[in-house]
């Protein structure tokens, strides 16, 4: 069982570092990354909160469709792509790359490769489940999508409650502007 183990972390430690090698261009950015996602000085969760809003105001002013959202989605990684490894050294000067950064940049990849694994044996289990018992595969994903469908439903019931505080915010407003004149 030990030779097992210990085959088993040493593909873990290859394929950790084939991802180091092919993420490299992108170590500094995947670094910042980390410290905001980790939440390391006390702005970070208004500024990603802020962030997120505005992207997604974007999304709702622009209200694009499927394929324009998609081919501009493709569009923007394909440009960060090629762009963050030409520019991240100069913005972030790697020649300040230091041991305990690459030693974090090794944890995040690492930890990268472990998800990557677990996603894959989820699928894999899956698959199996499909294989061998196809009514529970069958009843699991049915059951899954219901839920989706379900949660998703409730976004209208939102929509909902969000009309009508505007309608009520409006009132107040136009009430105010009544008392100015």
Request: charged share 20%; glycine share 6%; proline share 3%.
């Amino acid at each position: 069982m030990a030779e097992g183990d210990n085959k088993s972390a040493n593909l873990l430690a290859q394929e950790t570092v084939l991802l180091e090698e092919q993420l490299q261009g992108w170590g500094e950015v995947i670094l910042a990354g980390d410290l905001v996602v980790r939440w390391e000085k006390p702005w970070f969760p208004g500024a990603l909160i802020g962030v997120t809003t505005v992207l997604f105001m974007l999304v709702y002013y622009l209200d694009p469709s499927v394929l324009t959202g998609l081919s501009c989605t493709v569009m923007l990684l394909c440009l960060a792509d090629y762009l963050v490894p030409t520019l991240a050294p100069r913005i972030f000067g790697s020649n300040k790359w230091t041991t305990e950064q690459q030693q974090r940049f090794h944890e995040i990849c690492g930890n990268l490769v472990k998800t990557q694994r677990r996603m894959l044996g989820w699928w894999r289990r899956l698959f199996t489940l499909k294989e061998e018992k196809p009514k529970a595969y069958f009843a699991l994903v049915i059951s899954s999508l219901l839920a989706m469908a379900f949660i998703g439903q409730q976004h209208g019931v939102i929509t909902k409650y969000t009309a009508m505080a505007k309608r009520e915010i409006n009132k107040l407003l136009k009430q105010k502007e009544k008392k100015t004149e």
